[in-house]
C-alpha cells in the first residue's frame, strides 16, 4: 500500500483536530464578534497545543501565519466561493497554488468539491492536478466533500454522504472532510466508506451545548474517524479553551495543556 507522509503531521495517536479559520471567505463578517474577527486571536487559540491544524484561506497564511512562531500546522485552502448568491450550482474555483501554500509554509492544501453540482466534473479534474502536484512535492490533500446541486433530494441522508466520502477516497485525499451523519451507526458506514483516508467531520452549525459536540467526537472516535475540523463551535463559545481542552481528551486520549 502505497502512503504519503504528509497527512502524519496533522495527526496524534492517529487523531486530530483541526482548527478551521475560512468562515470570512465564505461566509463574511456574521458568523465574528470583536475577537474572533482577528486572526491573530484565531492562530494563538490554535497554537494552544490543542490542535494538529490550522485551515485558513491564502490572505490569513500570507499575513498572519508565521512559522517560525506558530506551532500549528498550517493547511491553506486552494479554493473558495462567497455567500453573496445562494446558489449551490456555483463553482468554488482555485485562488492559490500549490507553490503559494508552500511558501507560506503549509504542510497540507485543502479543495472544496461539490459533488452532485453542474460543476462536479470541473472541480474534479481540478482537484485532481492539485493532488497530483501537492503529493509529488510532500504536502498532505484534504478533500472537503460537500454534497450540492439544485436536483439533489436528500444531500443530508447517510447514504449520500458516505457515497462523497468514497468519492474522496477514490480520487486518493489523504482526509475527507464530511458533515457528520447524525447518529454512530450511519457514520460507521460513511468512515468504512473512506478506506484508508483519515475522516474528519466538519464542525457545521453552533450546538447548544459543549456536551453535545464532545459527546460526538466521543461518537467519531469509536467509530474510526480521525477527528473534527471545527472553528465556529470552538469561538462562539463562551470558554474556547475549555470546550478545546476536553475535545483533546476525547480525541488523543490524554489530558491536553
Not at 475527507?176 to 450511519?186: A, L, N, P, R
Request: aromatic fraction near 10%; charge should be negative; proline fraction near 4%.
Amino acid at each position: 500500500m502505497r502512503t504519503y507522509p504528509g497527512i502524519e503531521k496533522l495527526l496524534k495517536n492517529d487523531h486530530g483536530l483541526l482548527f478551521a479559520y475560512d468562515h470570512g471567505f465564505e461566509y463574511g463578517p456574521s458568523h465574528f464578534d470583536e475577537r474572533s474577527v482577528e486572526p491573530s486571536f484565531a492562530l494563538e487559540l490554535a497554537s494552544s497545543g490543542n490542535f494538529t491544524g490550522f485551515i485558513c484561506q491564502k490572505g490569513i497564511a500570507a499575513r498572519y501565519y508565521d512559522p517560525d512562531y506558530h506551532t500549528v500546522p498550517l493547511i491553506v485552502k486552494l479554493n473558495g466561493k462567497t455567500s453573496f448568491r445562494d446558489d449551490r450550482e456555483l463553482k468554488s474555483i482555485q485562488n492559490c497554488t500549490v507553490d503559494e501554500a508552500i511558501s507560506f509554509g503549509a504542510v497540507a492544501v485543502g479543495y472544496v468539491i461539490h459533488v452532485g453540482s453542474a460543476y462536479e466534473a470541473e472541480m474534479i479534474a481540478e482537484f485532481g492536478r492539485i493532488e497530483r502536484e501537492a503529493h509529488e512535492k510532500g504536502l498532505a490533500v484534504l478533500a472537503w466533500m460537500y454534497v450540492a446541486g439544485h436536483d439533489m433530494v436528500h444531500p443530508e441522508h447517510s447514504d449520500t454522504i458516505a457515497y462523497a466520502a468514497r468519492v474522496g477516497m477514490e480520487l486518493n485525499s489523504d482526509a475527507i472532510i464530511v458533515k457528520y451523519t447524525g447518529d454512530e451507526e450511519s457514520f460507521r458506514w460513511v468512515v468504512k466508506n473512506a478506506g484508508h483516508s483519515k475522516v474528519f467531520v466538519v464542525g457545521g452549525p453552533r450546538m447548544e451545548t459543549a456536551y453535545q459536540l464532545i459527546d460526538t467526537a466521543r461518537i467519531v472516535t469509536r467509530v474510526g474517524a480521525a477527528g473534527f475540523a471545527i472553528g465556529r463551535n470552538i469561538w462562539q463559545s463562551k470558554d474556547p479553551m475549555s470546550v478545546v481542552h476536553h475535545m483533546a481528551e476525547e480525541l488523543f486520549g490524554e489530558p491536553k495543556s
